[in-house]
């Protein structure tokens, strides 16, 4: 977590000067500097020490996601691999245009009907067990109904090492580098890794995507809201 510090001359920085590293999830938010979060909805029905403290003000409405079919408040995960990995994407792009290719990924566009047959032993990267769009919406795609913590004992679909890289981004770099075959990443977070560093992703190809759910909350603390009622 980060707080917001002294700038120049003594004056308030809006922006965050320090972080703080936490022991455990129950510790942050303890914190009573942890005022206001954005968190993966399964995390926050997931965790007892957010629901504690925090409660839900809204979600975002992210405009991009409506490239990916989303309505308005959700947003989903796609599902990606290396481009080399050709048995992941051996039916034809078919009609698509260039544009909706560049949109998909960094060139190439694996076709939509594949039903991950392909995933099958393949090693997952993910971010934490307890996303959403990293783990649990690949799981429930291809009928891994095991609790997420428990997905590597009784995992029967994929690899039984499951690369944790602790972000996003990671996981796609682990597909990249070939530490891991096949991640599940949001929406949003594909956009902005394409944006800004799109030289991360120019080797991966998305094979799919994954349900809608509602966008990840944001979260204020409660503490808050009973001092300042509306």
Same mark, same amino acid.
């Given at each position: 977590?980060?707080? &917001?510090?002294?700038?120049? /001359? ?6 965050? %000067?320090?972080?703080? *590293?936490? %022991? ?13 979060? =954005?968190?993966?909805?399964? &995390?926050?029905?997931? %965790? ?7 409660? !839900? $003000? +809204? ?11 989303? !309505?308005?408040?959700?947003?989903? *995960?796609? !599902? ?19 544009? #909706? ?16 047959? +392909?995933? @099958?032993? =393949?090693?997952?990267? $993910? /971010?934490?067990?307890?996303?959403? %769009? ?13 609790? *997420? ?5 009784? /995992? ?7 690369? @944790?890289?602790? #972000? ?6 682990? @597909?990249?580098?070939?530490? #891991? ?12 890794? =394409? ?10 190809? $998305? !094979? ?14 409660? #503490?808050?809201?009973? *001092?300042?009622?509306?």
């Amino acid at each position: 977590g980060c707080r &917001a510090g002294a700038g120049e /001359n003594g004056q308030d920085n809006k922006y965050p %000067s320090t972080c703080r *590293a936490y %022991s455990s999830e129950a510790d942050m938010f303890a914190d009573e500097d942890m005022l206001f979060v =954005q968190l993966c909805g399964q &995390a926050y029905y997931e %965790s007892e020490a957010c629901r504690a403290h925090m409660h !839900v $003000i +809204g979600a975002p409405v992210y405009e991009g996601n409506t490239t990916f079919d989303c !309505v308005p408040g959700t947003y989903k *995960a796609v !599902v990606v691999t290396h481009k080399d990995a050709s048995r992941m994407h051996d039916m034809s792009q078919g009609d698509k245009d260039e544009d #909706a290719a560049n949109i998909w990924s960094g060139g190439l566009m694996a076709d939509q009907g594949t039903q991950f047959t +392909g995933l @099958v032993g =393949q090693k997952i990267a $993910i /971010n934490n067990f307890g996303s959403f %769009s990293g783990l649990v919406a690949l799981a429930n795609r291809v009928q891994i109904r095991s609790p *997420a913590t428990q997905v590597v004992q009784e /995992n029967i679909f994929f690899h039984p090492e499951v690369v @944790v890289t602790g #972000a996003h981004r990671l996981s796609c770099q682990a @597909v990249a580098e070939r530490k #891991a075959d096949v991640c599940s990443v949001d929406v949003t977070s594909w956009a902005l890794i =394409q944006k800004h560093v799109p030289h991360e992703i120019e080797d991966l190809v $998305i !094979v799919g995507d994954l349900e809608s759910a509602p966008a990840p909350p944001f979260l204020v603390r409660r #503490a808050l809201l009973d *001092a300042h009622p509306t």
